[in-house]
T-cell receptor
């Protein structure tokens, strides 16, 4: 059974700090990996999608990397801001039409 | 608004009642997904459609759950004989598998409370 794990479960950083969120998955046979942001009580907002053939994707202050062989992805957030406070989720689309989310990392950026 | 929409946003029901949720995907997206999310957890995949065909169903989707997408546009998720354990946020997403590489876009969710 495929699994997706996110570490840490919660993270608190001062404003302006750079930070890294981790996502690991148990099977390298993936189609893509997608990072989302979720604010309390809300739906999910797509941040970045990395195809299985790609190593990284960038959008503004966000950079996501993918290492399929080791089953890992990281989301790097540069110069964090209080508005970045949210739960960050990674989702893996495994081949065979299996979609799995991690449990998320709750990020708090302290002004 | 051209995003994914879900109705209702909140539903409170008594145990044993049936409930139905609706999802309207982004218009050009031919894939539609349903997920369930409980507090503190990531979304759990329930089922997905490509056009009107239901292609995959999770083991989480018990016999009390049924989903339809009759014309390949909007979808409904029905829960029969609701139980307190069905209380959760039900999320819908849509995607277009080509070009955007199946990037999923989510609606705001329907929060179900079973009393």
């Amino acid at each position: 059974k495929q699994e997706v794990t996110q570490i840490p479960a919660a993270l608190s950083v001062p404003e302006g700090e750079n930070l890294v969120l981790n996502c690991s998955f148990t099977d390298s046979a993936i189609y893509n990996l997608q990072w989302f942001r979720q604010d309390p009580g809300k739906g999910l907002t797509s941040l970045l999608l990395i195809q299985s053939s790609q190593r990284e994707q960038t959008s503004g202050r966000l950079n996501a990397s993918l290492d399929k062989s080791s089953g890992r992805s990281t989301l790097y957030i540069a110069a964090s801001q209080p508005g970045d406070s949210a739960t960050y989720l990674c989702a893996v689309y495994f081949t065979g039409n299996q979609f799995y989310f991690g449990t998320g990392t709750s990020l708090t950026v302290i002004p | 608004d051209t995003g994914v929409s879900q109705n209702p946003r909140h539903k409170i029901t008594k145990r044993g009642q049936n409930v139905t949720f609706r999802c309207d995907p982004i218009s050009e997206h031919n894939r539609l997904y349903w997920y369930r999310q409980t507090l503190g957890q990531g979304p759990e995949f329930l089922t997905y459609f490509q056009n009107e065909a239901q292609l995959e169903k999770s083991r989480l989707l018990s016999d009390r759950f049924s989903a339809e997408r009759p014309k390949g546009s909007f979808s409904t998720l029905e829960i029969q004989r609701t139980e307190q354990g069905d209380s959760a946020m039900y999320l819908c997403a849509s995607s277009f598998p080509f070009g955007s590489y199946n990037e999923q876009f989510f609606g705001p969710g329907t929060r179900l409370t079973v009393l």
